[in-house]
């Protein structure tokens, strides 16, 4: 018969106490290692999303100032325009230059505020006088009416 001793009492107790005790160190391990990897993914999503807020906001940035330079050179050429004799060529290169900035203007605006609010105020009255579904107004008010003799 097989009798169960003190001794292999003892013996079993204690393998099984350390086996315990190393499975609870590894999870307790395993547990922290985990928690400490969802706080690094979560302030690197954090960073990520800081990331795309300033580059959206570059983004945003250097198309305003884009269609303000096409607004800039709008104005520039009506100042050329004003300049030259209302039947010379030079009359016609010009207003085709201004209409050229102008359609380049709501091209972008279209493509840039694909819902056509702007948040520059400025833009926004100057892109909703002078274009209509991403191209120019029939006379936008940004060109200069048409001079006699070049209709």
């Given amino acids: 018969m ?3 001793t003190p001794t292999q009492v003892a013996v079993w107790f204690w393998r099984w106490f350390w086996i315990g005790v190393c499975a609870i160190a590894l999870l307790a391990a395993v547990t922290l290692g985990l928690w400490r990897a969802h706080w690094w993914f979560f302030a690197q999503g954090q960073q990520m999303r800081y990331n795309g807020i300033v580059h959206s906001q ?10 303000q330079q096409h607004i800039s050179n709008i104005s520039g050429l009506a100042t050329d325009r004003a300049t030259v004799a209302a039947t010379s060529y030079e009359q016609v290169v010009l207003r085709a230059q201004q209409m050229n900035e102008i359609q380049s203007l709501c091209q972008e605006s279209t493509a840039f505020f694909p819902n056509g609010t702007p948040a520059d105020a400025q833009l926004e009255v100057v892109i909703q006088a002078n274009c209509i579904a991403g191209a120019p107004t029939p006379q936008p008010p940004l060109a200069d009416p048409v001079p006699p003799g070049e209709q």
């Fill in 2 to 4: 097989n009798d169960i």
């Fill in 58 to 67: 570059q983004y945003h940035d250097s198309h305003v100032a884009l269609m």
